[in-house]
């Protein structure tokens, strides 16, 4: 196969022989940060984000060939025929228009001749409509009890997104009702959560583009099972939020409604869509989930129009691949500085690895470079006291500090040591990327720290709707701008079809067993039959 020679561009040459040069001790973090002007020189703040990458191992050299990079790979080019409805995901043929999800212009989005902008919106309407409907007890349940608990049923895409704004915003959940995730086909995710809920009281959220996804199926039909068997009628306690004409979307079937969903949302980009937007609506009050809507769309519109020296998703997607191709970091920190953030780190570890985990170009050529990051991460000061070790004498990696200026939470100010707890969780900000920077001079070797440890750090005022989507979308746009830089479709997701290919065979055997006990598993291989044995027998 065909290689795609990223590696022969003059300036990825340029970019090569730079990074050499970094690794004098001139150039190490201590000596950089020395300029008084450095702050100044190396941040952005614009659309609701202040982003300071004063800490990254760049200089102003670096930084103009990371431009010039840019304007090879046409990266802002690319972003306006995305947003424009062009056909960017190639290998599936489809738009990529998750940011049209949460476009308020009025202006239209052509997709094959077809303006979306109007379906788009009326599905906005829709779930306005109808989360204004349960909040006001016009629907009801089955025994005619209002909602009080709502548990999406999905997987992946269908609730990462979702829950990490759900969980970023529970401050301001006020509508008197719990949301639960309903994930894993394991069987203990289900029984937990129906231990915490009331039957007569819950309404089911189905999210599947395609209504077929195994471990969501899988699930739906035990949360039905289950409320038949409490004597209620599912029909009464389910919603979808499908593609149009589904096995979901079909007028007979026993749902309260169906909310639709566009190829052109990938899974991971579509929190903005249905897939988000009703659980959030019915969680939040739709009002809510529209300012979040709004603030995303600042920074799709800075994305768009900001150029290259001043457009902060695409100067982080830059050092991204710096840091990734250049300086030889595998791995990106995730360290929200804010406790309602704390499922950030799992969203943007799908959001960016399922996205630009891959090993073929647009065009199908194996790449010649690695593309994709492990994310991982967690909140600070958690963080502090699990992966830090490492972070600061371990393997180094580059880190995302991400700061609220103000707290949810404005009551609670009594003070230890002088400083009110969300003033020592600032300290810690303040200190741990200045820390991994700088570095520490000791005679004891176990003590010394050799610094040059790069970050960004990244704040927003607060975390209201408008923050969080704002937050959201930047991360869209970077892991976007990554794809780009590589030349990799960051809309597709192939990686993860051959072990479901594999679960479906195995699930085959397992159904043969079900309907026979003497069968065998004679035409499977040995570590496979192994498996199984095990599964039906009950113990190892």
């Not at 010039?68 to 409805?85: C, K, P, Y």
């Not at 969680?283 to 900001?306: M, V």
């Not at 073929?360 to 492990?374: K, L, Q």
């Not at 939470?409 to 900000?429: C, H, I, M, P």
């Amino acid at each position: 196969m065909k290689k795609n020679k990223i590696t022969s561009l003059p300036i990825w040459k340029k970019l090569e022989n730079h990074a050499r040069l970094m690794e004098a001790n001139d150039k190490h973090l201590k000596v950089l940060l020395q300029d008084p002007q450095r702050l100044e020189k190396f941040s952005l703040q614009d659309a609701g984000i202040f982003y300071d990458f004063s800490r990254q191992r760049v200089d102003e050299e670096a930084m103009e060939l990371l431009f010039e990079l840019a304007e090879a790979r046409n990266l802002t080019v690319r972003f306006e025929a995305m947003m424009r409805g062009d056909k960017v995901n190639t290998t599936e043929n489809r738009a990529a228009l998750h940011t049209a999800a949460r476009d308020f212009s009025g202006n239209p989005v052509v997709v094959d001749g077809t303006d979306v902008a109007p379906m788009i919106k009326k599905v906005r309407e829709d779930i306005e409509l109808f989360s204004r409907q349960v909040h006001q007890g016009e629907i009801r349940g089955s025994t005619g009890k209002p909602f009080e608990h709502i548990v999406v049923i999905g997987i992946g895409g269908s609730y990462l997104g979702a829950q990490f704004i759900s969980e970023a915003l529970k401050a301001y959940a006020d509508r008197g009702i719990s949301l639960h995730y309903l994930a894993n086909v394991d069987i203990h995710n289900f029984g937990e959560i129906v231990s915490s809920i009331e039957p007569e009281t819950t309404l089911w959220i189905v999210i599947s583009k395609s209504y077929t996804t195994a471990e969501t199926m899988a699930n739906a039909a035990q949360a039905k099972a289950y409320m038949e068997k409490q004597g209620l009628d599912p029909s009464k306690h389910f919603v979808a939020v499908t593609a149009k004409g589904s096995p979901g979307d079909d007028p007979s079937a026993p749902v309260i409604r169906a909310f639709h969903m566009f190829d052109f949302f990938g899974g991971r980009y579509s929190v903005s869509s249905a897939v988000g937007g009703l659980p959030l609506s019915l969680y939040l009050g739709y009002e809510r989930f529209e300012a979040f809507l709004k603030g995303a769309e600042e920074i799709d519109i800075h994305t768009r129009t900001a150029p290259i020296q001043e457009n902060i998703p695409l100067i982080a997607a830059l050092i991204a691949v710096w840091n990734n191709n250049f300086l030889g970091y595998p791995a990106q920190g995730i360290v929200p500085y804010a406790e309602p953030l704390h499922k950030l780190a799992p969203h943007i570890q799908q959001l960016n690895m399922e996205s630009n985990g891959k090993y073929v170009s647009a065009g199908g050529e194996i790449m010649d470079i690695a593309t994709g990051p492990i994310i991982f991460g967690e909140p600070g000061t958690n963080a502090q006291h699990s992966f830090f070790q490492l972070a600061h004498q371990g393997r180094p990696f580059p880190g995302d500090f991400i700061g609220a200026v103000n707290p949810q939470y404005t009551e609670y100010r009594s003070k230890s040591r002088g400083v009110t707890n969300y003033q020592e969780l600032w300290a810690n900000l303040i200190a741990q990327p200045m820390a991994l920077a700088m570095g520490k001079e000791d005679p004891n070797s176990a003590k010394f720290f050799p610094g040059n440890r790069p970050s960004s750090t990244i704040l927003a005022n607060s975390l209201k709707p408008k923050d969080v989507g704002r937050l959201l979308a930047f991360y869209e746009a970077r892991t976007v701008y990554e794809a780009f830089i590589w030349d990799i479709n960051p809309f597709d997701q192939f990686g993860v079809e051959l072990g479901k290919t594999l679960a479906a065979e195995a699930r085959k055997e397992m159904a043969a067993k079900n309907e026979n006990a003497d069968y065998s598993f004679e035409s499977v291989d040995p570590i496979t039959r192994h498996y199984l044995e095990v599964m039906f027998k009950g113990e190892i």
